[in-house]
């Protein structure tokens, strides 16, 4: 049943490897669980109790709020594809509630801070020198995750119209318009890497062998040089998603247009950006009002 139900999650409905694999354990440990209360207990026959003593497990082993809430996300999944399938005839996790998680607000960078790294003369002369700049240009110009900066290719580009296209969440596609520095540096940087590095595949973004860069590389590229200038613990692209959703909203732009960009599904999402916005605001107010 388990593995029907991922194949149906890869194939049907287009999740992520990474999100299948991890409901993939979370529904096998489940299996344990109910296995460990009573051997006769299947699929079929446990119910919201069994569900909510798995939580309780979960948290007793001091797994966080966020974890327990996937694997119930997964455990209700399981049960609507199980239904749908007719294996089974209810879903004892429909009406379990999962822990409240505190959601921190993220963090970014300030404008100064990413004024100052993006400075020419910040930069060296080496192909690796201008990729770096040009993929953190690209992070804070467009707000998009690393998932899909590294499957860019040269054909989604479109220097005519200033629009880059990018393949999101489960292979959801979006326009993203883009400025003139961004271009500008993007045709630098085809023009180094078009003369310097073998070419390989249709990756836009590469490695001096001609491979497509792969999250690891691009993650530490971004931490290195985001070190340069700030702080901050988490130094990573997403610091520069939100950083550019900050921004856009700082200057004047709509939460609905933000959303869009970002390539949310809810607007709840994009609104836990005016909160980081407003304790920006409080943090000037008290550093600046003589009585606060």
Not at 85 to 98: D, E, H, M, S, Y
Not at 225 to 243: D, F, G, I, M
Request: hydrophobic share 35%; charged share 30%; net charge positive.
């Amino acid at each position: 049943m388990i593995e029907g139900f991922l194949e149906y999650l890869r194939h049907e409905r287009n999740y992520a490897e990474l999100t299948v694999r991890e409901y993939g354990r979370d529904l096998e440990h489940f299996q344990s669980y109910f296995k460990t209360l009573d051997d006769s207990l299947s699929w079929e026959t446990v119910d919201s109790d069994v569900v909510r003593g798995w939580m309780e497990c979960m948290m007793d082993s001091r797994q966080s709020a966020t974890s327990v809430n996937r694997g119930l996300s997964a455990l209700r999944s399981f049960y609507k594809y199980a239904m749908m399938a007719g294996l089974v005839a209810g879903n004892p996790a429909r009406t379990v509630k999962g822990p409240k998680k505190h959601k921190p607000l993220p963090q970014f960078l300030k404008e100064s801070e990413i004024d100052e790294l993006l400075q020419p003369e910040m930069w060296g002369e080496r192909f690796e020198d201008f990729r770096a700049r040009t993929l953190l240009l690209m992070f804070y110009s467009t707000g998009i995750r690393l998932s899909e900066a590294i499957g860019l290719d040269d054909t989604m580009v479109d220097f005519t119209t200033g629009e880059l296209r990018v393949t999101g969440k489960r292979d959801k596609q979006r326009i993203i318009p883009f400025g003139e520095e961004l271009k500008e540096a993007l045709q630098e940087y085809i023009r180094r890497r078009d003369n310097e590095v073998p070419r390989k595949s249709e990756a836009l973004f590469v490695t001096k062998e001609g491979e497509r860069m792969n999250r690891n590389r691009v993650g530490y590229e971004v931490w290195k040089h985001l070190s340069r200038v700030t702080t901050l613990r988490k130094r990573s692209p997403h610091v520069l998603r939100h950083t550019f959703a900050t921004a856009m909203l700082n200057h004047e732009a709509g939460l609905e247009s933000v959303k869009k960009l970002l390539g949310h599904e809810s607007l709840s999402t994009t609104e836990i950006y005016t909160h980081a916005t407003f304790e920006q605001l409080k943090r000037v107010y008290k550093n600046a009002h003589p009585r606060a």
